[in-house]
């Protein structure tokens, strides 16, 4: 009988995606990663994993639960690069780096541990395997108000092929209809909605905090320089006031600006070297192409020729028809057929044929 691990946060995604992978058929362990600690996000009495709830849930389902603890790990490859993202002048999606490092990179390490031939997940996505080319594709979510196939461009052939998610094929409601048949302790538990690390939202006070805490580990990876005030200019280059921090502006943003003016500013870039936010009109956002790197592709190995496909640059904004080319061995570019609005540094660029998930990369 094959074992499945199931990364269970407490909540109800998770618990219901446990419980169907007993329906199954298949015996399976519950785990849950310890992340960080308060001392490093700044937010005391927070408890990052919900150990409690996904231990009552493993308790009603007759499984064995795992606290693992992934700090380190997870302080170097996720929190620290988001950090230092973000004091780039850059727009991190830091899902994407845990996704592939963390819960499918250290976590499905532990289910082998563990004599788990698969790690499950209460993601909206699926996967199945290309007869033809024997390689494993992902696909979103069959209902796309829930589908998070975004965050998991990253995920490597080796890692689609032990990975499960049980609840590609269902929407949330029904999930939560399930929780509640079931009996699930978490069936009523509220969805979360920020970054498991930035529970309130408000990650410029976890980057400030997290630089006076950890001066002497943070020393050679990220600098302050982003939180110092500087100068609004516009485009070309006339002062228009006073920021607070390049890490408190997005690319895009219009409101909070603090900006008399008959016309609206937008945020358009950052300028790191001189610690200036480049401020312009809603045209002065859009652009009709950009390049990547940090690439991954899922259908192919490689790019060989051209390819016209749809291309999503943030996570809640909808595709554009572009033709992309491979450009190197870690890059490629993306040239849209219509303008694209507010593109940020440090976002990623998604490869989308219909369904299926092509590949990605890091926006330049």
Same mark, same amino acid.
């Given at each position: 009988?094959?074992?499945?691990?199931?990364?269970?946060? =407490?909540?109800? @995604?998770?618990?219901?995606?446990?419980?169907?992978?007993?329906?199954?058929?298949?015996?399976?362990?519950?785990?849950?990663?310890? +992340?960080?600690?308060?001392?490093?996000?700044?937010?005391? =009495? /927070?408890?990052?994993?919900?150990?409690?709830?996904?231990?009552?849930?493993?308790?009603?389902?007759?499984?064995?639960?795992?606290?693992?603890? +992934?700090?380190?790990?997870?302080?170097?490859?996720?929190?620290?690069?988001?950090?230092?993202?973000?004091?780039?002048? !850059?727009?991190?999606?830091?899902?994407?780096?845990?996704?592939? %490092?963390? !819960?499918?990179?250290?976590?499905?390490?532990?289910?082998?541990?563990?004599?788990?031939?698969?790690?499950?997940?209460?993601?909206?996505?699926?996967?199945?395997?290309?007869?033809? &080319?024997?390689? /494993?594709?992902?696909?979103?979510?069959?209902?796309?108000?829930?589908?998070?196939?975004?965050? *998991?461009?990253?995920?490597?052939?080796?890692?689609?092929?032990?990975?499960?998610?049980?609840?590609?094929?269902?929407?949330?409601?029904?999930?939560?209809?399930?929780?509640?048949?079931?009996? +699930?302790?978490?069936?009523?538990?509220?969805?979360?909605?920020?970054?498991?690390?930035?529970? &309130?939202?408000?990650?410029?006070?976890?980057?400030?905090?997290?630089?006076?805490?950890?001066?002497?580990? %943070?020393?050679? %990876?990220?600098?302050?320089?982003?939180?110092?005030? =500087?100068?609004?200019? @516009?485009?070309?280059?006339?002062?228009?006031?006073?920021?607070?921090?390049?890490?408190?502006?997005?690319?895009?943003?219009?409101?909070?600006? #603090?900006?008399?003016?008959?016309?609206?500013?937008?945020?358009?870039?950052?300028?790191?070297?001189?610690?200036?936010?480049?401020? #312009?009109?809603?045209?002065? *956002?859009?652009?009709?192409?950009?390049?990547?790197?940090?690439?991954?592709?899922?259908?192919?190995?490689?790019?060989?020729?051209? +390819?016209?496909? !749809?291309?999503?640059?943030?996570?809640?904004?909808?595709?554009?028809?572009?033709?992309?080319?491979?450009?190197?061995?870690?890059?490629?570019?993306?040239?849209?057929?219509?303008?694209?609005?507010?593109?940020?540094?440090?976002?990623?660029?998604?490869?989308?044929?219909?369904?299926?998930?092509?590949? =990605?990369?890091?926006?330049?």
């Amino acid at each position: 009988m094959t074992t499945i691990l199931t990364a269970m946060s =407490g909540g109800v @995604d998770s618990s219901v995606a446990a419980w169907k992978i007993l329906q199954d058929g298949c015996e399976c362990q519950g785990a849950t990663m310890k +992340l960080f600690v308060p001392e490093d996000i700044g937010y005391t =009495g /927070f408890t990052p994993a919900a150990v409690a709830d996904a231990q009552k849930v493993c308790q009603q389902l007759g499984i064995k639960h795992h606290t693992i603890e +992934l700090i380190e790990e997870f302080r170097q490859l996720v929190l620290e690069r988001f950090i230092k993202t973000y004091l780039e002048g !850059k727009t991190p999606n830091p899902c994407v780096f845990c996704n592939k %490092t963390i !819960k499918f990179g250290h976590l499905l390490q532990q289910a082998k541990q563990l004599n788990c031939e698969a790690l499950a997940t209460g993601h909206y996505a699926r996967i199945e395997k290309d007869t033809a &080319t024997g390689r /494993f594709l992902l696909r979103r979510a069959a209902y796309p108000e829930k589908d998070q196939s975004y965050v *998991l461009y990253s995920l490597s052939q080796e890692q689609l092929s032990q990975v499960r998610f049980p609840l590609g094929n269902q929407t949330k409601s029904e999930t939560r209809r399930l929780a509640e048949q079931v009996g +699930l302790a978490v069936a009523h538990k509220a969805e979360s909605q920020d970054l498991c690390f930035v529970p &309130t939202g408000k990650y410029t006070e976890l980057i400030e905090h997290y630089l006076q805490h950890n001066t002497q580990k %943070t020393a050679d %990876t990220v600098s302050a320089a982003g939180i110092i005030p =500087g100068d609004f200019v @516009d485009t070309a280059g006339n002062v228009l006031g006073r920021h607070k921090g390049l890490v408190r502006y997005t690319i895009g943003q219009r409101k909070g600006l #603090g900006i008399a003016a008959k016309a609206p500013y937008y945020v358009c870039s950052h300028n790191v070297a001189d610690n200036q936010i480049v401020l #312009g009109s809603e045209k002065d *956002l859009e652009t009709k192409s950009l390049t990547a790197h940090h690439i991954n592709f899922i259908a192919f190995e490689r790019l060989d020729v051209p +390819l016209r496909c !749809k291309v999503k640059v943030r996570y809640r904004q909808a595709e554009g028809e572009a033709l992309v080319e491979q450009t190197g061995i870690d890059s490629f570019r993306a040239d849209f057929v219509e303008p694209q609005t507010a593109i940020a540094r440090g976002q990623s660029a998604v490869l989308y044929d219909g369904d299926y998930i092509l590949g =990605g990369g890091i926006i330049d």
